[in-house]
């Protein structure tokens, strides 16, 4: 057994050993802040146990939430109809459309013909740097429209392509690092089939071995950040949505971020970020020629293998952008008619951010895709991730039940003491820091679920404006770039065995500063755009 499977295997355990007895503790404790709010206290043992087994992941983490909610109705914190009344939310809604989406274009390689089609342009050509570029821009872009790990797997593929060809003639690596080698690549059981192709000689191409890392990292780095862009991006943005429009008010009215709102702070994040990114990869990680021989024309006999477009690509491409339009329709009108205008107000009651996606999911069972099929089927759908819809779903209830018990409400209070006098501005940073942190030890959906409702409640408590705390806790649940375990973007690329952990945790520590930096000034200059 390796000492990765061994660790998981010790953490699993742990995980289900300290679950049980931190729920026990906690149950039976003395806290003077919860004495007269027994059900608050009861649900501070439930969530207890159930940060444990998230952080650990003992047991499935949708199963976690689940189990979380029925302790919930058991221990008579609230009613059935309360604890699970959030699994319903419009929100998760807009996952399962936006879900069905990502499906279609998973299925129907719309998502590898943007890639390819990128990467190769004449513009890109065969400068490595370019190359490396033109990449991670589409990896960023793509993934602020589908599941990052998606992104990353399929991108992680066509970035293995781009290696093999730049192998020397004679099939070897460059030498001087255990991570460089490209020679087996083509025979990983674990690399995609599309490496097993026959590739031409290229030629001599002496590639520094660190080119290898930093393609391999831009795969994953981009992922991460290019879901920041836009609410569907990554699951943190929508959990951080919820909790703003249930908890933040303004003027005794609660706000409501719109798409186009959301891009209006996200967008220029991701690429103020991803310039910084590509520019000290691209430092760090040289090529070590100028030009790539026989990389683009091998990228262009993968695009042409392509093919014409397809039925379902085109399909999947109308409704896709049918979506999008919706989805930022009522941004563009605020623009221009004013947020008092009819029309905007329409567009508010008539298209949330859950009806564009179902209508664009509902698309695609209608129109066509191959040999008489729509573009979509109902057995294909049900593929999606439902899992991680229902963690979700777990997630606001937890969320809801603190705010409604007054559970967070005392932790709120009791944690302020660590935060005297910091002001809005120190609120800002000290929850983009701790969000960031917390998602190095655990999944982004879980951190987000811990950390935003918290941060929400200890800036209300303290008298302090909680949107922009909970705009940089909801875009540092996104970060955390160290550790193979912090997204699964990373342990993709990590399992290439080409991105050695001491360079990963560099390489993530300047990014996860960087980012910091730039969501804190971002939602320090921008988030008046939003309320």
Not at 158 to 186: F, T
Not at 365 to 371: I, K, T
Not at 503 to 517: E, N, P, V
Request: with cysteine; proline share 6%.
């Amino acid at each position: 057994m390796s000492l990765e499977s061994r660790m998981y295997l010790l953490r699993r355990r742990t995980g289900l050993v300290l679950a049980p007895l931190l729920f026990a503790f906690v149950l039976s404790a003395n806290f003077e802040s919860l004495a007269d709010k027994p059900a608050a206290h009861r649900l501070a043992a439930v969530m207890a146990a159930v940060v444990v087994l998230w952080v650990t992941e003992a047991i499935p983490m949708a199963l976690t939430a689940l189990l979380g909610a029925t302790a919930c109705v058991m221990l008579q914190v609230a009613p059935a109809k309360n604890v699970f009344a959030p699994f319903a939310d419009q929100l998760m809604f807009l996952f399962i459309g936006s879900f069905m989406l990502a499906r279609a274009i998973e299925l129907h390689g719309l998502d590898r013909r943007l890639a390819l089609s990128v990467l190769t342009l004449k513009a890109v050509g065969g400068s490595p740097s370019r190359v490396l570029f033109a990449f991670g821009a589409t990896t960023a872009f793509i993934s602020a429209w589908i599941s990052n790990t998606a992104t990353t797997a399929m991108m992680f593929a066509i970035g293995l392509s781009i290696l093999k060809v730049l192998r020397d003639d004679r099939g070897q690596a460059p030498q001087n690092s255990k991570m460089a080698e490209l020679s087996v690549l083509s025979t990983q059981n674990s690399i995609p089939p599309i490496l097993n192709s026959a590739v031409p000689d290229p030629g001599r191409n002496r590639i520094d071995p660190r080119y290898a890392t930093g393609l391999m990292l831009m795969t994953s780095f981009s992922a991460s950040i290019g879901g920041l862009a836009t609410p569907i991006g990554t699951p943190p943005n929508v959990i951080g949505l919820n909790f703003i429009r249930k908890l933040v008010t303004a003027d005794g009215a609660a706000i409501d971020i719109t798409f186009f709102e959301w891009c209006l702070i996200g967008v220029p994040i991701v690429i103020v970020l991803y310039l910084f990114m590509f520019a000290y990869l691209n430092w760090f990680c040289p090529a070590g020629v100028r030009e790539l021989a026989g990389g683009r024309e091998y990228l262009e006999r993968q695009r042409q293998q392509l093919g014409p477009w397809t039925r379902g690509q085109l399909s999947t491409l109308v409704a896709f952008v049918i979506m999008v339009i919706l989805w930022v329709t009522p941004g563009v009108i605020a623009l221009g008619w004013g947020e008092t205008s009819d029309a905007y107000k329409w567009c508010k009651l008539s298209l949330p951010e859950a009806v564009p996606a179902l209508l664009g999911a509902g698309l695609l069972f209608l129109l066509p895709g191959e040999r008489g099929r729509p573009a979509l089927t109902w057995p294909e759908a049900t593929q999606i991730d439902w899992g991680v819809v229902l963690l979700y779903g777990g997630g606001f209830a937890f969320g809801m039940l603190a705010q409604e018990t007054g559970l967070a409400d005392a932790l709120g209070k009791n944690m302020i003491a660590w935060l005297p006098n910091a002001g809005s501005f120190g609120f800002l940073i000290a929850a983009t820091l701790v969000a960031t942190l917390v998602s190095e030890a655990t999944s982004n959906t879980a951190s987000a679920n811990i950390v935003i409702p918290v941060v929400i409640t200890m800036a209300t408590a303290a008298g302090v404006d909680p949107l922009e705390p909970a705009l940089g806790a909801t875009f540092g649940c996104s970060l955390g770039f160290m550790l193979p375990v912090s997204t699964p973007c990373n342990a993709i690329v990590y399992g290439s065995g080409m991105v050695p952990l001491g360079r990963m945790i560099r390489y993530g520590a300047l990014l996860d500063i960087a980012g910091t930096i730039v969501i804190v000034a971002a939602v320090k200059t921008l988030s008046a755009l939003v309320r």
